[in-house]
């Protein structure tokens, strides 16, 4: 085996078993209402940083693609005007395409 | 037909019986198989991005498959093969690959809460835990809801990702990039979406989320890509302990459900 299946084989099994960790926690510790108010609050957090990070920045730079942020606003104004999920994420993914295709951005 | 699915598994008490804080408007009924279908799809495509990555940093088409196949987590496989590209060390790669898995543990807190699984079916159940099935699970307004996205996102996701990390492992990123087709905002605005109720209703909410977004962005230059993301669980730190009462907090304890929603026979089994 080369080191290069056992760092793919290391980092699949170290990713599964964070993630198994979370589950298997024992649910007596989210009785301490700051960790119950943690564990709630921490995807608003993540999903939030991850939401500006993929869209303002490529790697460890800022990278403002005027096309991406269009999307994203555009997904505010359909959220903004009550547009179901699917239709919120259509509308992004629309925006920045229809800007790359027409050479606007 | 997975809408038919998800229109006839409405809860009697629709709405109301909220894991979110009122969040979703009463004429609007949750969509958890048809929304987990589409967001799976649109971030699945991605996956052929991961594949061309991983091979033109030296991988195997093998080694690409099983990366996606048992890590199943973007992040990280990209983190991994990123690190290979730049001719950095394998153990180095690793770890931060496995490090930037963290995140899905603080994710995996939450949702043993709302899904509560049980014994061994933990085992399958845990390979789904990541940003975008947690994003839609939470967004489901009762835990029948929640559980069909949970398993709806995550197998459409699944094999549409693996798909695509074939197909992109083998060539098939030439044939047109992702962002032409504008699936690079598909994540940002997804999770946007998918936290927009409780952004809307919870002054918390809002503070925690600026906060992670401001803390990931101004760290963002100077620590290793991925990590900015997990520091925005500080946030979340200091907000639950800034108002940790919140007993009209959003999306939470089997005891209100119980008391949201009488109808649900037996909240403890209903996932």
């Known amino acids: ?105 | 037909m997975p809408t038919q699915q998800a229109e006839s598994a409405r809860p009697p008490n629709g709405e109301s019986a909220g894991l979110g804080r009122g969040g979703r408007p009463a004429d609007r009924p949750p969509r958890p198989v048809r929304d987990g279908i589409g967001l799976g799809l649109a971030v699945g495509i991605s996956g052929v991005a991961f594949g061309a990555a991983a091979v033109s940093s030296g991988l195997t088409v093998w080694q690409a498959c099983v990366l996606s196949m048992l890590a199943f987590t973007g992040a990280s496989q990209f983190a991994l093969v990123g690190v290979i590209a730049g001719g950095g060390s394998l153990l180095a790669g690793t770890a931060g690959a496995i490090l930037l898995g963290s995140r899905n543990t603080l994710y995996g807190l939450r949702l043993a809460e709302v899904l509560r699984p049980r014994g061994l079916f933990r085992v399958p159940a845990a390979l789904a835990v990541i940003d975008e099935t947690t994003a839609i699970t939470l967004a489901q307004p009762d835990p029948a809801a929640a559980k069909k996205a949970f398993t709806a996102t995550f197998w459409c996701l699944y094999v549409t990702w693996n798909l695509a990390t074939l197909g992109g492992a083998l060539g098939a990123g030439r044939i047109g990039s992702p962002q032409a087709f504008g699936l690079d905002v598909v994540g940002p605005a997804a999770f946007l979406a998918l936290i927009w109720p409780r952004l809307k209703t919870g002054r918390t909410e809002r503070l925690v989320a600026l906060a992670g977004v401001a803390l990931a962005l101004a760290t963002t230059s100077v620590l290793p890509v991925g990590v900015p993301v997990i520091l925005a669980a500080t946030a979340a730190l200091a907000g639950a302990l800034a108002a940790p009462g919140a007993q009209d907090s959003p999306a939470s304890a089997s005891s209100r459900r119980a008391a949201a929603a009488p109808n649900d026979s037996s909240p403890g089994d209903a996932i």
């Open chain 1, 1 to 105: 085996m080369t080191a290069t299946w056992i760092a793919v084989l290391a980092t699949a099994a170290g990713c599964y078993a964070l993630k198994l960790a979370g589950l298997t926690v024992p649910q007596r510790i989210l009785a301490d209402a700051r960790m119950r108010r943690f564990a709630e609050l921490v995807p608003v957090a993540l999903l939030a940083a991850l939401s500006a990070v993929q869209t303002v920045t490529n790697g460890q730079a800022f990278d403002l693609d005027p096309a991406r942020l269009a999307g994203l606003g555009a997904a505010v104004v359909a959220l903004v005007l009550r547009a179901p999920f699917l239709a919120v994420i259509v509308v992004a993914a629309a925006t920045a395409a229809i800007l790359r295709a027409t050479g606007i951005s």
